[in-house]
Antibody
């Protein structure tokens, strides 16, 4: 049973960098896309970006200049960095696995989510 | 960006009811459409992928249909645990985008 666990600071100061790591257990990191999705308090879901296990990435253009997703296959981890944060980046951040098939992507395994608050 | 519009935003229903949620995309999706259920304080859960394929372990009372730009999620025989918020999501092109959500409430 694949499980994902987010880790990182719960409080980040404005203008600083938000850094989160997702650890994959119970399964392989290979052959999948791995994605970050966030949810501001009381609001809907926003896709941040994904990484394929070999390193290719895609980001949401609304965040592109500030976001980096990387992976360490040896540690079975992938990470999110978001620079120059503001209060608008306060959200629950989820890491998740994406399974690809013919005419579909399924975000089928999710971490429990971690709350990040941007405040001085 | 592909805009995803769900309706209704809120739906009141009773246990045993059949409910339908609609999702409309601003351009064709080639069936790259998923549905998620989210209970309060929990991560979203994948219900349907590829517009109509039921995710493993999801009860068969959930079904998805549609093509092109118009899709529906149906729940036949609503159960207590189905009262939650539902989101559609397109993965046809980046940035992947979600609908605004439909909250299914107890009538």
């Amino acid at each position: 049973q694949v499980q994902l666990q987010e880790s990182g600071p719960g409080l980040v100061k404005p203008s600083e960098t938000l850094s989160l790591t997702c650890t994959v257990s119970g399964g392989s990191i290979s052959d999948y896309y791995w994605t970050w999705i966030r949810q501001p308090p009381g609001k809907g879901l926003q896709w941040i970006g994904y990484i394929f296990y070999i390193g290719s990435t895609k980001y949401n253009p609304s965040l592109k200049s500030r976001v980096t997703i990387s992976a360490d296959t040896s540690k079975k981890q992938f990470s999110l960095e978001l620079t120059s944060v503001t209060a608008a980046d306060t959200a629950v951040y989820y890491c998740a696995r994406v399974t690809r098939g013919y005419s579909y992507h399924g975000v089928d395994v999710w971490g429990q989510g971690t709350t990040v608050t941007v405040s001085s | 960006d592909i805009q995803m519009t769900q309706s209704p935003s809120t739906l009141s229903a009773s246990v045993g009811d059949r409910v339908t949620i609609t999702c409309r995309a601003s351009q064709t999706l080639n069936n790259y459409l998923s549905w998620f259920q989210q209970r309060p304080g929990k991560a979203p859960k994948l219900l349907i992928y590829g517009a109509s394929s039921l995710q493993s372990g999801v009860p068969s009372r959930f079904s998805g249909s549609g093509s092109g730009t118009d899709f529906t999620l149906s729940i036949s025989g609503l159960q207590h645990e189905d009262f939650a918020t539902y989101y559609c999501q397109q993965s046809y092109s980046t940035p992947w985008t979600f609908g605004q959500g439909t909250k299914v409430e107890i009538k």
